[in-house]
T-cell receptor, first 113, second 113 residues
Framework: AAGVIQSPRHLIKEKRETATLKCYPI?????VYWYQQGPGQDPQFLIS???????DKGSIPDRFSAQQFSDYHSELNMSSLELGDSALYFC????????????FGPGTRLTVL | DAKTTQPNSMESNEEEPVHLPCNHS???????IHWYRQLPSQGPEYVIH???SNVNNRMASLAIAEDRKSSTLILHRATLRDAAVYYC??????????????FGKGTRLHILP
């Protein structure tokens, strides 16, 4: 079965530009999570969606927004990019039935110059 | 959230068993013990989870102490592909759609050929 798909895999942007990261969950998974992993750091939760509604919010900057669409794919929109936004961004999806194992995508590596 | 404590790093020889410890002295009765791992340049992946009894799957075994204050992930025959950061995570058993994963520091496992 196909896993979580993220696009693009690599993205290079200049400071103050905007970026959009996309995530396509596993079929029938209704929950999507976004995580940020800075260089040498552990993944940090940003935001999650269940059935197209925001379900939880972590340390996501106000410059970032996200949404989940009717086909369950999700997009993370990042504006006014800063050098510190350079990181790996992972999307994960899960079903709502316990143990709601999260399946992670390969990540998008964002580099802000 | 209940916390876990893991060694920063461990080394093991290829084709030998590996025992990765995790302390969780403040675990509550409703917390499941989950393990995820992150291979280099990849997203985290689920390994195993358990509540009270020892668990086995094709990837690993999970041994849980009788008082549940510690657990051990066992890789029966480590290969070079098992080199990764291993995260021990506590997650509540109640169905909670806000159940983000909070990654701690994890154990970086080095496999020696």
């Amino acid at each position: 079965a196909a896993g979580v798909i993220q696009s693009p895999r690599h993205l290079i942007k200049e400071k103050r530009e905007t970026a959009t990261l996309k995530c396509y969950p596993i079929s029938r998974h209704d929950t999507v999570y976004w995580y940020q992993q800075g260089p040498g750091q552990d993944p940090q939760f940003l935001i999650s969606f269940y059935e197209k509604m925001q379900s939880d919010k972590g340390s996501i900057p106000d410059r970032f927004s996200a949404q989940q669409f009717s086909d369950y794919h999700s997009e993370l929109n990042m504006s006014s990019l800063e050098l510190g936004d350079s990181a790996l961004y992972f999307c994960a999806s899960s079903e709502t039935s316990f143990p709601d194992t999260q399946y992670f995508g390969p990540g998008t590596r964002l580099t802000v110059l | 959230d209940a916390k876990t404590t893991q060694p920063n790093s461990m080394e093991s020889n290829e084709e030998e068993p590996v025992h990765l410890p995790c302390n969780h002295s403040t675990i509550s009765g409703t917390d499941y013990i989950h393990w995820y791992r992150q291979l280099p340049s990849q997203g985290p992946e689920y390994v195993i989870h358990g509540l009270t009894s020892n668990v086995n799957n094709r990837m690993a075994s999970l041994a849980i102490a009788e008082d549940r204050k510690s657990s051990t992930l066992i890789l029966h025959r480590a290969t070079l592909r098992d080199a990764a950061v291993y995260y021990c995570i506590l997650r509540e058993s109640q169905m909670n759609r806000d159940d983000k994963i909070i990654f701690g520091k994890g154990t970086r496992l080095h496999i020696l050929p």
